[in-house]
């Protein structure tokens, strides 16, 4: 349990990882409607996944895919929190 992460990748073919985000660190996950991510290539399918020591903007392929990936990070967090 104490590796469980979300990597993230420098492309689309998932070659090059570029880093992990530890769901014991996260603390909170929503949709950016701020539109914070002033270089995001598409800001109305950004969320942010804020960490203890970052805040992490990801970019969905669609809305429903946003929704996706946020309520799996969610629950793949409060699952990590219980143990």
Not at 23 to 41: C, G, K
Not at 68 to 77: G, Q, R
Request: charged share 25%.
């Amino acid at each position: 349990m104490d590796h469980r992460r979300l990597a993230y990748y420098t492309n689309c073919d998932e070659r090059k990882l570029k880093g992990v985000i530890y769901f014991q660190a996260i603390e909170e996950v929503y949709y950016d409607h701020l539109r914070t991510a002033t270089s995001s290539p598409r800001p109305s399918l950004t969320f942010c996944v804020k960490t203890y020591d970052r805040l992490f903007f990801l970019v969905a392929s669609s809305a429903v895919s946003m929704r996706i990936w946020m309520d799996v990070i969610v629950t793949a967090t409060d699952e990590h929190s219980r143990y």
